[in-house]
């Protein structure tokens, strides 16, 4: 399995021509982004860290997301390791809003109207949701992880390189505990080829405790049936404009 770099992607980017582009794990070229804003084409980079925010901001991008150690799935560190790149949206976030010009999206254990409102408490501009939406009718994970996502407390999701070789959270299952417990775990992305042999099975087969249960620190929080739910909860904390 190939992983094509951004720089391969970039013409099927620019004839989706989507409204925005948004990047992980780094910053993007000058050209990438000079080329996105000539399309008309916002920009958007995700940061762990404060100097991350900076460099990002320093690119050009137009909007920064500050992702705490709370969101489930990968760690989007780039500029030191993700395990010392951990840092919680309550921190995180004025520090980024801070030290950028550019809006700010906070992500991280959201999942509720309290969550949104304390975000733009931070001064963050927007938020981004994940877990929340995973539950719903909607989402495209099987009822196995929806039900996992239901029923985790924020204190059983771990962060673990056990099924892809890069730092993410989510529930520490059978498999996870597995992995762990051997000792060895391959770099990205080859632990996640590996794992990938035995993943899809089990996702086809609706056995959880095989497959990548991805999710952040707000799940107990995220039990809405559907997205439309989930969407009229989450708006009812975004703060009335002045």
């Not at 080329?35 to 008309?40: D, I, L």
């Not at 969101?71 to 951990?86: I, K, M, N, Y």
């Not at 060895?184 to 099975?201: C, E, K, S, V």
Request: hydrophobic share 50%; charged share 20%; no cysteine.
């Amino acid at each position: 399995a190939y992983l094509p770099a951004l720089e391969e992607q970039l013409d099927a980017i620019w004839e989706a021509a989507p409204a925005v582009l948004s990047v992980v794990f780094g910053v993007p070229s000058d050209a990438v982004v000079a080329e996105a804003h000539r399309r008309g084409i916002r920009v958007v980079g995700a940061a762990t860290t404060v100097a991350e925010a900076v460099a990002l901001a320093g690119a050009g991008v137009d909007a920064v997301v500050a992702t705490g150690l709370e969101a489930g799935g990968h760690r989007v560190s780039f500029l030191r390791r993700a395990e010392d790149s951990l840092v919680g949206v309550l921190a995180l976030v004025p520090q980024v809003v801070d030290a950028v010009d550019v809006p700010v999206i906070a992500a991280g254990g959201i999942s509720d109207r309290r969550g949104v409102a304390a975000a733009f408490a931070l001064g963050a501009s927007a938020v981004q949701v994940g877990t929340a939406f995973l539950a719903t009718a909607e989402s495209a994970v099987n009822d196995a992880h929806r039900q996992a996502i239901r029923s985790t407390s924020a204190d059983e999701t771990v962060l673990t390189r056990a099924m892809s070789g890069r730092l993410a959270r989510g529930a520490r299952n059978r498999v996870v505990r597995a992995i762990e417990a051997s000792g060895t775990i391959a770099p990205f992305p080859m632990q996640n080829w590996l794992t990938g042999r035995f993943r899809t099975a089990a996702g086809e087969q609706g056995l959880g405790e095989l497959q990548s249960l991805w999710m952040g620190q707000g799940a107990p929080l995220a039990d809405y049936p559907t997205a439309a739910e989930a969407f009229a909860e989450l708006l009812a904390g975004v703060p009335p404009r002045t």
